[in-house]
């Protein structure tokens, strides 16, 4: 599956990526996230629940930063296996100044396996999608509460 979101938000480029690779952000602004623990530099133990609403689960795994080019771009790379299947995927996060405000695109290639792949398969961009909105809707909670 894959995923190309672009988003507006109205922050300087160097502080959406001072504020989206500090861990302790990514613990509060990623959708499900119950635990993210530092485990080296760049990479993180996760404890998330995800799913729809026919197969919900929680998902132990990674996620790493890697190929960073700032203030640029940066790549994150996941992993998560649960009750209800496993999941792995990579997402390039571009951005992009325009103006006072920076374009971020979010451009995701995903797989899933396991019982969640046979129930969920055809709802998963939607899914996809919702959490990229949820992901933008906390990143901009989280700067309003530092301005």
Do not use: C
């Not at 629940?49 to 994150?76: A, H, M």
């Not at 996060?93 to 920076?102: I, K, N, Q, Y």
């Amino acid at each position: 599956m894959q995923i190309d979101i672009t988003q507006l938000m109205s922050y300087p480029r160097e502080k959406l990526w001072e504020t989206m690779l500090d861990p302790e952000v990514m613990a509060r602004v990623l959708p499900g996230v119950e635990k993210f623990e530092v485990v080296g530099p760049d990479k993180y133990a996760v404890q998330v629940k995800l799913g729809v609403p026919s197969v919900k689960g929680t998902y132990t795994g990674n996620v790493e930063i890697f190929d960073k080019q700032e203030p640029e771009s940066f790549r994150l790379r996941g992993d998560g296996k649960g009750t209800p299947g496993w999941a792995r995927g990579e997402v390039l996060l571009t951005l992009t100044p325009e103006g006072d405000a920076t374009s971020i695109r979010a451009k995701a290639n995903a797989t899933i396996g396991g019982t969640i792949a046979g129930v969920a398969q055809r709802m998963m961009e939607g899914v996809a999608k919702s959490m990229a909105r949820d992901f933008f809707a906390a990143l901009d909670r989280e700067l309003q509460a530092r301005k």
